[in-house]
């Protein structure tokens, strides 16, 4: 899934969650069940150049690759990128792999020049920002 919109603008880990749970609405039910993982390429006014659905795991796990999550960044020309997954079992609270992979993918865009603004964990009703957190650099 690829959505492009130029007028989008991030303003908060709200707007973000928000957007994905209407973005998970349109999978089938039995697909919602699972965790999907987004990458966010915005430009330097923080608009949205694209969302795209990197990764579809299962119900407890979805494989996260630096490699997968910044292909679109460097396509696009992206300047910074905001990642989000969504907790299907309903707790927002980040696992050990959880922020390894967001270290992970931190580290990677130091290297390729892409700031990680956030990692958003998400559910229907709730939300979970690492920079909020004090937890992205």
């Not at 949205?48 to 796990?61: K, P, Q």
């Amino acid at each position: 899934m690829l959505i492009k919109s130029q007028t989008d603008k991030i303003k908060s880990a709200a707007d973000i969650a928000a957007a994905l749970r209407c973005s998970l609405l349109a999978e089938d039910r039995q697909d919602r069940s699972k965790e999907h993982f987004y990458a966010i390429g915005l430009n330097a006014q923080n608009q949205i150049l694209y969302i795209d659905c990197v990764s579809v795991g299962l119900a407890n796990t979805c494989p996260i690759h630096p490699r997968e999550t910044y292909r679109r960044a460097i396509e696009h020309g992206a300047l910074a990128l905001i990642v989000a997954h969504n907790h299907p079992g309903g707790t927002t609270y980040p696992s050990d792999s959880d922020t390894a992979a967001t270290r992970q993918l931190q580290n990677a865009g130091k290297i390729i020049g892409i700031d990680l603004l956030d990692h958003v964990i998400f559910t229907d009703t709730e939300f979970y920002s690492y920079q909020r957190e004090g937890l992205i650099d």
